[in-house]
């Protein structure tokens, strides 16, 4: 099975703070690397898919980048609503595993 | 407008059996892949099993031999069938699935796009 493992597992920012999480694989995944937004209570969100694309409707402020094993999920300028826990998760071959989670809060 | 709804959780004994159910609207559940995934209070996401259109089925370590994945194509249902439950069992499922309008653009990713509500189910005596 493909650990995934981010970092860090909380991050605390000021508001138009750039954050920046990361994501590690055990093994290559190609590009097969996305990421959602969680808040309390409510299912998971797509922010990125395939590693670096912006899902539609999500604000142009998040961006991913990465490749192979190594990945980021960067947020430019921190807003209030972005507070929430994210993950990242592989799609390349099953099970396909989530990382344990960052939660983000304001400062 | 697509759609997955969760439905069956509930409270069981250690050693029971529960269905959830996850009802899709917008499209048909036998031309698609479809995913559970749990996540226990306070913990994160756990990939729980997929069903492909093809009928082919897959779970983690954890919950193989006791879940099925199951569809009824003519009610346009995902089923996951829980036997032998046990407490690290307790948790809100959610199905999931790559939405139909978006499956040409996001290629052969397939993320998790369309999600359901989520059901909870609690295992304890």
């Known amino acids: 099975d493909i650990q995934m493992t981010q970092s860090p597992s909380s991050l605390s920012a000021s508001v138009g703070d750039r954050v920046t999480i990361t994501c590690r694989a055990s093994?290559?995944?190609?590009?097969?690397l996305n990421w959602y937004q969680q808040k309390p209570g409510k299912a998971p969100k797509l922010l990125i898919y395939g590693a670096s694309s912006l899902q539609s409707g999500v604000p142009s402020r998040f961006s991913g980048s990465g490749s192979e094993t190594d990945f980021t999920l960067t947020i430019s300028s921190l807003q209030p609503e972005d507070v929430a826990t994210y993950y990242c998760?592989?799609?390349?071959?099953?099970?396909?595993?989530f990382g344990q989670g960052t939660k983000l809060q304001i400062k | 407008e697509v759609q997955l709804v969760e439905s069956g959780g509930g409270l069981v004994q250690p050693g029971g059996s529960l269905r959830l159910s996850c009802a899709a609207s917008g499209f048909a559940v036998s031309d698609y892949y479809f995913n559970w995934v749990r996540q226990a209070p306070g913990k994160g996401l756990e990939w729980v099993s997929v069903?492909?259109?093809?009928?082919?089925?897959y779970y983690a370590d954890s919950v193989k031999g006791r879940f099925t994945i199951s569809r009824h194509n003519s009610e346009n249902t995902l089923y996951l069938q829980m036997n032998s439950l046990r407490a690290e069992d307790t948790a809100v499922y959610y199905c999931?699935?790559?939405?139909?309008?978006?499956?040409?653009?996001?290629?052969?990713?397939?993320?998790?796009?369309?999600w359901g509500q989520g059901t909870l189910v609690t295992v304890s005596s």
């Open positions: 998760q592989q799609s390349y071959s099953i099970p396909y595993t």
């Open positions: 999931a699935t790559t939405s139909p309008e978006r499956i040409t653009i996001f290629g052969v990713v397939r993320p998790f796009d369309l």
């Open positions: 093994q290559s995944i190609s590009s097969y």
């Open positions: 069903i492909y259109s093809g009928g082919s089925t």
